[in-house]
């Protein structure tokens, strides 16, 4: 009976996955993060039901596994329909993201697509410089450490530097519609591959598609090198970091296996969220750590054990509790909806006037950026989504404005279309 129901609300949660992601394009900010909740449900599920007819014994809980996931599934599916709720409310008729842009835009797009890749590279050399993982051997563990912090805390800029490499690769991604040349094309691509991997520190760090072919070898070097692993690379070893670094997300032993014991432990650790600290960090956590050294912590920082299978906890790490366990933890089913309606009426604006067809291109650079920085992010949840937003729609507006800066001339004589600057006689971008 167990497995019977588990199938149901499972099949119910992946269609309704599936309907956003059709509904709404995939390169909206919810189809995006719809497209990862779906994936990380789905391999969890069907690996699930392999282990089950196959590897029983590997199973936590048994069967238990199935009723264990029942009740989160059931949350996730009221989540969803709430976001689409507050969505259609400010948007009922979304219009899609693609949109046809003259030879003039496109160059437009790539002069701000190397002013990004600047910037962003920029960036990733201060935070190189801060961490000094300047050796091969500690250079992704020193990387990380500036990321998630260490036992001591965040350092006193946070992980805002660490962005850098996420801002290049977006850059040289605006730059690839443009490039008719298919050398130069493969090598900006390479570049992209190349910052991508060696630059960031997250395990894998690869999540878009193109990337998953280099990632399945790539993940297991670089978790012996995050674990400082100075010992051979044999082929058992890196056979053991790929499968390990892999099945802790796209696994039954994955993120949405924790995000489903997250769920289910809220009630019993209610005590440790009082005061909504989840909505008071989403609203407060874009302010700079370097302006105020007192900043408190993240609210998930040191919950493992309410996430992990084993219960493993770290002071210093910040767990993912999952878009819908963000929302749920500060009042169970009150604050769920109050927050993804409001933030789902919020996005269906921005959405609205920033992708329109009368929208100016600059609007949906910053927008696409929006999205593919994880504004709603199906693993951290809401706490990042207004960081998220004032970090790209700056990073991108400044691009802009240089740009415009730098090349002034062409724009008036007429090299980028005539709706590039604001303030003068032509109208905004």
């Known amino acids: 009976m167990d497995i019977l129901e588990f199938v149901v609300v499972s099949s119910c949660n992946l269609a309704l996955c599936y309907w956003v992601i059709k509904r709404q394009g995939i390169a909206s900010m919810e189809g995006f993060c719809a497209t990862f909740l779906g994936m990380a449900a789905l391999t969890d599920n069907l690996t699930l039901l392999y282990d089950y007819f196959f590897r029983t014994v ?19 599916i009221v989540a ?13 008729n979304p219009q899609p993201i693609g949109r046809d842009y003259s030879t003039g835009e496109l160059k437009f797009a790539a002069y701000t697509g190397v002013a990004l890749a600047i910037l962003g590279l920029t960036l990733t050399g201060f935070a190189i410089y801060i961490t000094g993982a300047f050796s091969g051997g500690r250079f992704f563990h020193d990387l990380d450490t500036f990321r998630r912090g260490s036992e001591g805390g965040p350092g006193p800029t946070g992980g805002f530097f660490y962005r850098g490499a996420d801002i290049a690769v977006f850059g040289m991604a605006l730059i690839l519609p443009s490039v008719r040349n298919k050398v130069r094309f493969f090598v900006i691509l390479l570049a992209m591959l190349f910052v991508s991997f060696f630059l960031r520190a997250n395990k894998g760090g690869f999540e878009t598609p193109i990337l998953w072919a280099i990632s399945v070898v790539g993940v297991g070097i670089k978790g012996q090198l995050l674990l400082l692993d100075t010992g051979p690379l044999t082929l058992d070893k890196a056979t053991q970091n790929i499968l390990g670094g892999i099945g802790t997300r796209w696994g039954d032993d994955g993120v949405f296996r924790g995000w489903c014991q997250f769920i289910n ?8 969220f009082e005061g909504y600290p989840i909505g008071v960090d989403a609203l407060t956590s874009w302010y700079p750590r370097a302006l ?15 996430v992990h299978a084993d219960a493993h906890t770290y002071g210093y790490e910040t767990p993912s509790p999952g878009l819908v366990g ?7 089913f009150y604050s769920l909806t109050a927050y ?4 789902g009426f919020l996005l269906g604006l921005l959405r609205r006037y920033a992708t329109g067809r009368r929208s100016a291109l600059q609007w949906h650079v910053s927008y696409l950026c929006f999205v593919l920085f994880q504004g709603l992010s199906a693993e951290s949840g809401i706490s990042g989504t207004l960081y998220m937003f004032i970090l790209t729609f700056t990073a991108t507006g400044l691009a802009h404005l240089a740009v415009i800066g730098l090349y002034a001339r062409k724009l008036h004589a007429g090299t980028f279309p005539t709706n590039s600057v604001p303030g003068s006689s032509l109208s905004p971008l």
């Open 326 to 332: 963000s929302v749920y933890t500060d009042d169970g």
């Open 265 to 272: 432990s809220v009630p019993q650790y209610q005590y440790l």
């Open 340 to 343: 993804l309606l409001i933030l």
């Open 292 to 306: 105020n050294p007192n900043k408190k912590a993240q609210p998930m920082q040191g919950l493992g054990f309410m």
């Open 58 to 76: 590997t199973l936590p809980l048994g069967t238990g596994e199935f009723n264990f996931r029942v009740y989160p599934t059931i949350v996730h």
């Open 80 to 92: 969803v329909i709430v976001l689409m709720a507050g969505l259609f409310l400010a948007n009922p």
